[in-house]
């Protein structure tokens, strides 16, 4: 009997760690997710922004090559170039960004079948 109410004890006092340590583990990836998606949201804008300039620039270039203007031109295309640039950064940032939400939302997934595995 005694070996029994050891085992119980040891049981309930692991049970009581555990507990705890879980509810923290969902909670981290949780806001680790909630983070992620703020980023992505913030990426995504930056993005558009930077498409949208992209487009202004091109419309003006066009113009410039039309009017024969090639100094505007040239300062143009080197604005284009620098567009390219931002919007090529800003899609890898986003796309790091996906990876690490799916990351953390696996961590979530893992932390959760655990705990009801126990």
Do not use: C, W
Request: charged share 45%.
């Amino acid at each position: 009997m005694l070996k029994k109410s050891l085992y119980v004890a040891t049981a309930l006092i692991s049970f009581a760690f555990v507990v705890p340590a879980h509810a923290d583990d969902v909670k981290q990836d949780t806001k680790n997710i909630q983070n992620e998606k703020r980023d992505i949201s913030k990426d995504k804008a930056d993005l558009r922004k930077d498409v949208q300039k992209r487009h202004e620039d091109r419309q003006e270039l066009r113009k410039d090559v039309k009017a024969g203007d090639k100094a505007d031109a040239k300062k143009e295309r080197a604005e284009l170039r620098a567009d390219n640039k931002e919007i090529h950064a800003d899609r890898r940032d986003l796309h790091k960004d996906r990876k690490v939400m799916h990351v953390a939302k696996q961590d979530r997934h893992h932390d959760r079948i655990a705990h009801h595995a126990r």
